[in-house]
C-alpha cells in the first residue's frame, strides 16, 4: 500500500462524510511518507468539518512546519494559513483569523482570501465600533460640545460632537448640534448630512427640519428650503419659525429667476412642451435671435 492509495482511500471516505475513516486513511499515509503536507492539510479539513477547530489548527501549523521543512509549494502553504484562519473565525477570535489571512495572502494571493481578510476586517471594525458606545460618555462629550458652541468655538464643539456621535450614534440631537456648528462655519454640505442623520434617525424631530432648511437657504436652495419648512409644519402647524421660513422661502421662490427656471422645468406640462421638437427649435431660435 502507498501513501497515494491512503489518501486516495480518505479523499473517498471525506466525500462520504465519513469522517473517522477519512481520518484513518490520511495517519496511514503520513505514516507511509511524513515528508507531504498534502496530508495533514486534508486531516486539517476534516478536523474543521467535525468542528473540531483547535485540533484543525494544530494539524494545519503541523502541515506548515512540514511544508516548510521540505520547500513545499507556496500554494499549499497559503492554503493551510487559510484553513487557519477561517477555524479561527468560527471560534470568534476575528484578529488571529486576520492574522492568519494575512500570512495566507503573503504566501499566495488569491481574490478568495482577500475577500475573507475584507469580510473579517468589517467584524473586527464593527466589533470595535460597538465597544466603543458608551451613553454616559457620549453624554459627557456633549455637554462640552454645547459649552464650546455658547462660547463660539465652533471646531472645537465639533470635535466634542463627534466624539459624542461615535460613543452613542443613535441620538439623533448630536447629529442637529454639529449641522448648527457645520452652518456657523459655511459647512453646508457636511450640516445637511448631519440633519439628513438626524432626521432619519428621528423623523419626529421638528429641529431637524428647521436646521435643514437654513442650511437650504444658505446653498441658495429656496424650493427645497420650502419643502423642508412644510415637513416641520406637519409636525407642528403651529409653529412660528416655520411658518416665517416658509413664507420667506416661497418670496425667494418666485423672485429668484434660476429658481423660476427650476420649478418651471419640474413641471410636467413645461416638459411636454419641451418634449415636442418643434416647440424646440422655436426656442433655440428665440435664443439665438431675440
Known amino acids: 500500500m502507498s501513501a497515494a492509495d491512503a489518501k486516495a482511500r480518505g479523499n473517498a471516505a471525506y466525500k462520504k462524510k465519513d469522517f473517522e475513516t477519512a481520518i484513518t486513511e490520511y495517519q496511514a499515509a503520513i505514516d507511509l511518507d511524513a515528508s507531504d503536507m498534502t496530508f495533514y492539510n486534508n486531516m486539517g479539513a476534516v478536523y474543521f468539518e467535525q468542528k473540531n477547530f483547535d485540533k484543525c489548527i494544530e494539524t494545519c501549523e503541523k502541515a506548515i512546519e512540514v511544508g ?3 520547500r513545499a509549494d507556496f500554494k499549499l502553504i497559503a492554503k493551510a494559513f487559510v484553513r487557519i484562519g477561517n477555524a479561527y473565525k468560527q471560534k470568534e477570535d476575528y484578529q488571529k483569523a486576520k492574522t492568519y489571512y494575512e500570512k495566507a495572502m ?28 458608551d451613553e454616559d460618555k457620549s453624554e459627557a462629550a456633549k455637554q462640552l460640545g454645547n459649552e464650546c458652541f455658547k462660547k463660539g468655538d465652533f471646531p472645537t464643539a465639533i470635535k466634542h460632537y463627534s466624539e459624542a456621535i461615535l460613543r452613542n450614534p443613535s441620538d439623533h440631537k448630536i447629529f442637529s448640534n454639529r449641522a448648527a456648528c ?13 440633519c439628513d442623520e438626524c432626521i432619519r434617525l428621528d423623523p419626529a424631530f421638528i429641529k431637524g427640519y428647521l436646521r435643514k432648511a437654513k442650511i437650504q437657504i444658505g446653498l441658495k436652495q429656496h424650493s427645497k428650503a420650502e419643502e423642508s419648512y412644510r415637513k416641520a409644519l406637519e409636525i407642528d402647524s403651529s409653529n ?4 416665517a421660513g416658509l ?24 416638459q411636454q412642451i419641451l ?15 431675440p
Do not use: C, W
Not at 457645520?182 to 448631519?194: M, P, R, T
Open 68 to 70: 516548510r521543512e521540505n
Open 106 to 133: 503573503s504566501e499566495h494571493r488569491t481574490p478568495e482570501t482577500k475577500d475573507l481578510l475584507s469580510k473579517v476586517e468589517k467584524v473586527i471594525k464593527e466589533k470595535e465600533r460597538l465597544a466603543y458606545i
Open 182 to 194: 457645520y452652518s456657523k462655519l459655511a459647512e453646508f454640505n457636511l450640516g445637511l448630512k448631519d
Open 240 to 243: 412660528q419659525e416655520a411658518q
Open 247 to 270: 413664507r420667506e422661502s416661497m418670496m425667494a421662490t418666485t423672485t429668484d429667476p434660476e429658481e423660476v427656471r427650476k420649478r418651471a422645468m419640474n413641471d410636467p406640462e413645461v
Open 275 to 289: 418634449g415636442d421638437p418643434a416647440m424646440r427649435m422655436i426656442l433655440e431660435q428665440m435664443q439665438s435671435d
